[in-house]
């Protein structure tokens, strides 16, 4: 019978796994609904290892909002390791979820998350276990929706094959819409079966769906166009946009796990979006425009959220947090609330320019005063001119000389290595800017234990941004950089000991722009890979460049292209992209416009303080940028219940920009 638990045949395999309480669930928080009551019932998917997978913000708020409907059920499955994937197939167990252990089959809807293209094996290993065929061509009626979102589902064509849907953008108002659908669809007696469902969809602007779409390929290899294969489905699928954030104060609820996670914490988002322009952000790019929480509202599901999971640190999550038009009153004011309190607040990594010490002071008042993330990106100026990263070397000095003086110990720079237009001296320029960081610190401070920890990640293009069109830096380029820039660093008598230094090999970034960048070429690969055993890609202990090397060679050399082909080629301005039939409100001549000031180390401003400079997004989305301030202070809570009442429909504040 559907719905039924797979626990009494899984509970005796899990002595035998090595971390068998990723599978146990029972969280705080977590919902078990009686099968029968639900007309539409999910499973949301993370492809990773539940305690990568349970912080996820995305999954979280989908999973709160899918169970607020009394017909609806939501439950959640994360990656088996392999130790229980062997034991699964061993005793011939599906694919679970870990709330009421029910076999992913058996659900209507299969919802898959996409963080990172690395995950994608681990979507198959999923589907095979649940006993859903790989390809969306090949499932019937009895057969889970598959449908992928996520920041990588904004080129989805790499996995069009497995997918049979794909949603593009914010997904609060998505899955209640995609849901009516399918309670409709069902309460009618599923006239015309999965295709007709599909088709629904797809005509309603709600999703896009591969299958509806064919590729035409040139001789040379690129491709000459997609075009829809039946009327009435979009030419252009678009992204969906939450225009009022304060609506959707999710989660309300915070799971808390019983194991250990990655992020030990609650997460409130206080803005999403961004229009800083940095060119290799696709985030920045497919998230706009920038849509704030009032200061209310953020006080309201911190307060909500800690007296509901019980966490002790509160993370105020964006793209670039301290960008908040209200980040000082918003830090004062819960800092003020909850002093005393064992809560402590964190933001993530902070823009050089945006940093200030009373800030950080504010957010370190009730906790301990951990080091400082800042993110240059590019080791020179000229570099950071070209990626849009406004913070020149005396901006960053400054800055750390005063965290320095401050108390501050340590501090962390991020960059990347293999941006375009980068030369040996770029990536040099680190060790440089490391070493002046260290000077400034015990100069500032008066001692000489201040520590700087240098951490590099690879760029890799990403479609929706300006260098979407960009050569990838091979990884035998990136890793002898990598190596220049350690040896300076190392030999440095005066500073080397005080500077850390963390870097990735180059082979992982490679795989991850073939993903990024491919075409439904790539699925074949993908297959391939996973086949030949390839799990957990993103994890750098499982990763083999070797496997993927082979399989790129067996799959894509028939077919006249390879991997360097996807990765280190550059792009021309009127190639057809795989993803140029998907709108993410980015105007492509504006992209290409972009890409050119940044070969011409041109800056471009924040369109939140200047004129709108044409991208596109707000008339193609009819949406607008939201900000404040909203002139409101956060007043402290009040013993009584009624103190914890939600607000969010109150009369909106924001004021829009320019």
């Not at 360097?564 to 039939?581: A, G, I, M, S, Y």
Request: charged residues 25%; glycine residues 10%.
């Amino acid at each position: 019978m559907s719905g039924q638990s797979l626990f009494p045949r899984l509970e005796p395999l899990l002595p035998r796994v090595r971390k068998p309480v990723r599978y146990l669930g029972g969280e705080g928080n977590s919902q078990v609904k009686p099968w029968a009551d639900a007309v539409v019932r999910w499973c949301l998917m993370y492809p990773d290892a539940y305690e990568v997978g349970l912080p996820n913000q995305g999954i979280q708020i989908l999973y709160e909002i899918l169970n607020e409907q009394p017909d609806v059920l939501a439950e959640r499955t994360y990656s088996v390791w392999s130790d229980l994937e062997d034991l699964l197939r061993e005793h011939g167990i599906p694919q679970f979820t870990v709330d009421a252990h029910r076999a992913v089959g058996d659900f209507d809807l299969l919802g898959v998350s996409f963080s990172t293209e690395l995950g994608y094996t681990n979507l198959l290993t999923a589907l095979d276990l649940a006993g859903i065929p790989l390809h969306a061509l090949d499932r019937g009626d009895e057969h889970p929706i598959v449908i992928a979102g996520g920041h990588a589902a904004f080129n989805p064509e790499p996995v069009a094959d497995f997918v049979d849907a794909v949603v593009l953008g914010d997904g609060e108002q998505a899955v209640l819409a995609i849901t009516d659908v399918v309670r409709a669809f069902r309460t009618a007696g599923s006239p015309g079966g999965r295709g007709e469902l599909l088709t629904r969809l797809a005509r309603r602007g709600l999703a896009y769906i591969p299958a509806f779409y064919d590729v035409d390929y040139r001789p040379d290899g690129r491709i000459h166009a997609v075009v829809p294969n039946r009327p009435g489905v979009p030419a252009r699928p678009t992204k969906h946009t939450v225009s009022d954030l304060d609506a959707w104060p999710y989660p309300k609820a915070p799971l808390v796990p019983l194991a250990e996670t990655v992020h030990e914490r609650m997460s409130v988002e206080i803005f999403r979006g961004c229009t800083r322009g940095c060119r290799f952000c696709q985030a920045g790019m497919i998230t706009r425009p920038v849509r704030e929480r009032t200061i209310d509202t953020i006080g309201e599901m911190v307060a909500r959220g800690l007296e509901a999971s019980g966490f002790t640190e509160v993370g105020l999550l964006s793209l670039s947090s301290a960008d908040h038009t209200e980040i000082d009153e918003i830090a004062k004011g819960l800092a003020d609330r909850y002093e005393g309190t064992h809560t402590s607040l964190s933001l993530p990594s902070t823009r050089v320019d945006a940093f200030n010490v009373t800030l950080a002071n504010e957010f370190s008042r009730n906790g301990r005063r951990s080091g400082l993330t800042f993110a240059p990106e590019g080791g020179s100026e000229r570099l950071r001119k070209v990626i849009n990263k406004m913070v020149s070397e005396e901006d960053l000095v400054r800055t750390v000389s005063t965290a320095y003086a401050q108390g501050w110990r340590q501090v962390k720079l991020y960059f990347m290595c293999g941006l375009p237009t980068e030369t040996d001296a770029d990536v040099l320029a680190i060790a440089g800017l490391a070493r002046e960081v260290i000077k400034a610190g015990r100069r500032a401070s008066g001692h000489r234990d201040v520590r700087c920890t240098v951490s590099i990640g690879g760029f890799v293009p990403k479609p929706h941004t300006p260098f979407q069109w960009a050569a990838q830096a091979s990884h035998e380029v990136t890793d002898r950089r990598l190596q220049l820039l350690r040896d300076a660093i190392r030999g440095d008598r005066d500073v080397g000991r005080a500077i850390g230094f963390r870097y990735h090999d180059g082979r992982p970034g490679i795989i991850e722009g073939l993903l990024a960048r491919g075409d439904r070429r790539v699925g074949a690969v993908i297959e391939q890979v996973w086949r030949d055993g390839g799990r957990f890609d993103g994890w750098s202990e499982h990763f083999s460049f070797e496997r993927w090397e082979k399989a790129c060679a067996q799959v894509l050399g028939p077919l006249g292209v390879s991997l360097d082909w996807f990765t280190v080629r550059e792009r021309d301005e009127h190639e057809v992209l795989p993803w140029d039939h998907l709108d993410a409100g980015l105007d492509r001549d504006w992209l290409w416009s972009d890409w050119q000031d940044a070969l011409r180390e041109t800056e471009l401003d924040d369109c939140r303080w200047t004129p709108c400079y044409d991208c596109g997004v707000c008339p193609t989305m009819g949406t607008e940028t939201q900000i404040g301030p909203t002139g409101r202070t956060l007043l402290p809570l009040m013993p009584s219940p009624a103190s914890h009442a939600p607000s969010s429909h109150a009369p909106s504040a924001h004021a829009p920009a320019s």
